[in-house]
Nanobody, 120 residues
């Protein structure tokens, strides 16, 4: 079992930055690939970014490439999402998730989400 708790969301103006954190419980965090997803009101949940268990490979949605950076610290059981040059369309609830398989496979565990609101 892995429990995930996101933090770092908030209200920011367009062009600003936020860093989301996702703290994981359990001693096997380093064996999980991690992902960030988001869901805006009235829209389906969408993929944002993912990182392999070692941190050696990262993947991004086209909409955030060049603006967002995913990273992880396995010693701290934490994955991060650095979000720069934020746009109003980035407004959503952001979720982190863990998978014991590949980053493109279904995710097994989900956090409760953190709200990010970008004002224009």
């Amino acid at each position: 079992q892995v429990q995930l708790v996101e933090s770092g969301g908030g209200l920011v103006q367009a062009g600003g930055s936020l860093r989301l954190s996702c703290a994981a419980s359990g001693r096997t965090f380093s064996s999980y690939a991690m992902g960030w997803f988001r869901q805006a009101p009235g829209k389906e949940r969408e993929f944002v970014a993912a990182i392999s268990w070692s941190g050696g490979s990262t993947y991004y949605a086209d909409s955030v490439k060049g603006r967002f950076t995913i990273s992880r610290d396995n010693a701290k059981n934490t994955v991060y999402l650095q979000m720069n040059s934020l746009k109003p369309e980035d407004t959503a609830v952001y979720y982190c998730a863990a998978t014991s398989r590949g980053v493109a496979d279904p995710y097994d565990y989900w956090g409760q989400g953190t709200q990010v609101t970008v004002s224009s």
